[in-house]
């Protein structure tokens, strides 16, 4: 019933986070903890208690089970998968970047290698590169495409609480100039 994508520290944050009455050691496996999330789910036929604005969207129990059916969110990558992600990305941001958009000076043959090139970077918008390239391409005027990173409900909620942390500690916008100084001396 639960996929096996979900690793134990998201079944653990999910439990936390949409207050699930789960006692659990922390010293638990991950067979452990689906086994006593299963059983819960099994004899819990209605549960109002749900936590309100969850990171996870879950307010009923259809969307829980839906929700651990199905694969996790939250994609892990092997090492070999975030180098030559992160080599997309660098071979975009210098496109954007250093190219100026252009395709001639950069390493790509025509926009549709950089479609293609998009369309499966953005799927990982958990990585911070890949937010950046889907920024950077989404101001090319160029384009009609508008890149969207597709990011986890977790990283979603740090994301938020950053934004929330800068909105408080800096309220008003601090205006750097940049470019050239003159310094004048009299």
């Not at 997309?88 to 549709?112: A, F, G, M, T």
Request: net charge positive.
């Amino acid at each position: 019933m639960i996929h096996k994508t979900h690793s134990k520290n998201d079944l653990v944050k999910l439990i936390n986070e949409i207050n699930i009455p789960i006692i659990f050691s922390h010293s638990a496996n991950k067979t452990d903890i689906q086994t006593l999330l299963k059983e819960w789910i099994d004899e819990t036929v209605f549960y109002t208690s749900f936590t309100e604005n969850n990171l996870y969207k879950i307010h009923s129990m259809i969307h829980l089970k839906s929700y651990l059916m199905n694969e996790s969110p939250k994609k892990s990558l092997t090492v070999k998968e975030k180098s030559a992600i992160m080599s997309v990305c660098k071979k975009i941001i210098q496109y954007s970047r250093d190219c100026k958009y252009q395709i001639e000076p950069s390493l790509y043959n025509s926009e549709q290698e950089i479609h293609d090139d998009m369309c499966y970077i953005s799927q990982y918008g958990d990585l911070p590169s890949v937010r950046r390239c889907c920024r950077l391409m989404n101001l090319n005027l160029k384009s009609t495409e508008n890149y969207k990173a597709i990011i986890s409900p977790q990283v979603q909620g740090l994301l938020n609480e950053k934004k929330i942390v800068k909105q408080v500690v800096m309220p008003e916008k601090i205006k750097i100039k940049r470019g050239p100084i003159w310094i004048r001396f009299d």
